[in-house]
């Protein structure tokens, strides 16, 4: 799997998302809403989710492996910084 695209919208409200993000797998799939959050020990991403019946968040799409999910975070996080240049 290769990250192939990655968008960032910034978030101009305060509060500690700073931002959304989408990215696109090996030019064929995408995931729009990934939330980038200021956590305590820095920015983290937070992959889509939506509200069950029992008042709980589910994620809508996330990796499967750690490996996966650090290669999206750090390619996401990365987009970002560049952006606050």
Avoid: C, W
Avoid at 34 to 49: H, N, Q, T, V
Avoid at 67 to 85: C, P
Wanted: glycine share 4%; hydrophobic share 40%.
């Amino acid at each position: 799997m290769q990250i192939t695209d990655v968008r960032i919208r910034k978030v101009t409200k305060e509060g500690r998302m700073k931002a959304v993000a989408s990215i696109t797998l090996d030019d064929e799939i995408v995931i729009h809403d990934i939330k980038i959050i200021e956590g305590d020990k820095g920015l983290f991403i937070a992959m889509p989710s939506r509200k069950a019946t029992d008042g709980e968040y589910r994620d809508i799409a996330h990796p499967i492996n750690s490996k996966t999910r650090e290669e999206m975070q750090n390619a996401i996080l990365n987009a970002y910084a560049n952006i606050e240049e």
